[in-house]
C-alpha cells in the first residue's frame, strides 16, 4: 500500500508561482495530479508515464510536471496562476500503466492533498 504526501500549497495573488511536491513511499512510473475546487468534480490536471507527460489544455504552457530519478518524488511547478486554479490538489499513483491518464479510476493510491488559494 503506498502512501503519498503533498506539500507546498498555498495562497498566492493571480500570476504567481507555487510548486507541490508529493513524496511516495514506493517508486511508481505513473502518477498525477487531480484537483478539486469547491462544488466541482476531481479533474486531472497533469500526469507522467514512462517519463511522458502530460497536461489538461487549461494548465498548459503554464504547469509543468516531472518526477526525480528515484521515481518516488513528482512535482507540479505552477506558473501564471489564476483564481480558477484555486482547489485542493491531490497526488495520485497507479499500480499498472493507466489506459486514460485522466481517468480517476486508474490510480490506486491517493494522498490528502494540499490546498491551493489563487485570489488577489
Known amino acids: 500500500q503506498a502512501q503519498l504526501v503533498e506539500s507546498g500549497g498555498g495562497s498566492v495573488r493571480p500570476g504567481g508561482s507555487l510548486r507541490l511536491s508529493c513524496a511516495a513511499s514506493s517508486a511508481s512510473n505513473y502518477m498525477a495530479w487531480f484537483r478539486q475546487a469547491p462544488g466541482k468534480e476531481r479533474e486531472a490536471v497533469a500526469s507522467?508515464?514512462?517519463?511522458?507527460?502530460e497536461y489538461v489544455d487549461s494548465v498548459l504552457g503554464r504547469f509543468a510536471i516531472w518526477q526525480d530519478n528515484t521515481m518516488k518524488n513528482l512535482y507540479l511547478q505552477m506558473r501564471t496562476l489564476a483564481p480558477e486554479d484555486t482547489g485542493m490538489y491531490y497526488c495520485a499513483a497507479a499500480r499498472k500503466r493507466p489506459d486514460s491518464w485522466a481517468a480517476r479510476r486508474e490510480y490506486d493510491f491517493w494522498g490528502q492533498g494540499t490546498q491551493v488559494t489563487v485570489s488577489s
Open positions: 507522467i508515464r514512462d517519463g511522458a507527460s
